[in-house]
């Protein structure tokens, strides 16, 4: 979707956009379900990129010490109990540039992917940047989507990453696609960004052939010891008009209300579900950040009459269909 439709969209009252949103959800997801993700680092700290949101980066004095990936057994155990716990879903995540075939660590990852796929969950990894012939091994492994954020627009990305490109980011997100995955792209609000750059955040993430099958929004958790660290927290509204402009312009796509929950009250996250979020993360951590508990995410699904998404093992990839080059990525 376009930049100057999304801003038209933008620009409405709050509740005229919401009606518009709930529309598109509605004609696109009959159920009231909340897909339940569950994220864990296995492999945290010791980044060498610069990102300036994240505590994982080496450059940084934020406190998050840097361990070693993480044994297989120890990842199984974590992945079962976020089965039973309703997860649908199982996002790994690794604090790296990226991955290289022919590594002991890349060969590490895919057997912890070949075990984990066998429990029935979507599994979703977010390993940085990938080459063609590891996203090839990634999908034979078992891995249904890749997730890999633009974070922000082209203009200011910059401003918040000098260690790769956004271009880069693009590039891993084709390499996913050409390799038959879904992919996950969102980005993250409050890294000093206009209005104008999260539309154009979007527009990037619409305009992916074929578009993501998910797409997490995430309010910034400043943390402490990185450079945006002392930053002013995001309003609701704006997390809530960003969820709006998502399902309009992604229809199809999982939104995911992600990072950033423990700030906003039930009833903002009320307004984000009626807006158009179908898909949280969920558990007592996201990442190295806080995250609302287990219980305390169940009993507002049952407080607003929602009911939770069921496992999706055979979901279809949709095929692009043109060789577009321009596609966005995360991680």
């Not at 057994?73 to 990226?98: I, N, P």
């Not at 209300?257 to 009320?270: F, K, P, V, Y």
């Amino acid at each position: 979707m376009k930049f100057e439709k999304l801003k038209a969209l933008y620009d409405l009252p709050l509740f005229d956009l919401i009606k518009k949103s709930r529309e598109v959800h509605d004609a696109n997801w009959i159920d009231n379900e909340i897909q339940l993700c569950t994220l864990l680092s296995i492999k945290t700290g010791g980044c060498s990129e610069d990102c300036s949101y994240c505590a994982q980066s080496a450059r940084y004095k934020s406190g998050v010490e840097s361990e070693k990936l993480m044994e297989k057994e120890d990842v199984m155990a974590r992945a079962r109990v976020a089965a039973e716990s309703g997860s649908t879903r199982f996002c790994m995540g690794a604090a790296w540039k990226g991955v290289r075939s022919g590594t002991k660590r890349f060969d590490q990852v895919v057997e912890i992917i070949e075990d984990v796929s066998e429990l029935g969950m979507e599994v979703c990894v977010t390993l940085g940047e990938v080459g063609p012939a590891e996203a090839v091994r990634l999908k034979k492994a078992g891995v249904t989507a890749y997730n890999h954020n633009v974070d922000t627009s082209r203009e200011h990305y910059p401003n918040v990453v000098t260690s790769h490109s956004y271009d880069d980011r693009l590039q891993t997100i084709k390499n996913v696609q050409d390799a038959g995955m879904a992919v996950c792209c969102g980005g993250i609000l409050g890294l000093g960004e206009t209005s104008d750059d999260r539309l154009k955040m979007i527009e990037t993430i619409s305009e992916l052939n074929p578009q993501p099958e998910s797409v997490p929004i995430n309010s910034l958790m400043p943390m402490p010891g990185t450079p945006l660290g002392d930053s002013d927290p995001v309003t609701i509204f704006d997390v809530i008009r960003m969820i709006a402009i998502t399902r309009i312009a992604v229809p199809k796509a999982k939104v995911r209300l992600s990072a950033g929950r423990t700030q906003i009250s039930e009833e903002g996250q009320a307004m984000c579900f009626f807006a158009g979020a179908n898909s949280i993360f969920y558990g007592d951590k996201l990442l190295t950040a806080k995250n609302p508990s287990i219980q305390k995410d169940l009993d507002l699904i049952s407080k607003l009459g929602l009911s939770t998404r069921q496992p999706n093992p055979d979901m279809e990839i949709p095929k692009a269909t043109c060789d577009k080059e321009a596609s966005p990525c995360c991680g």
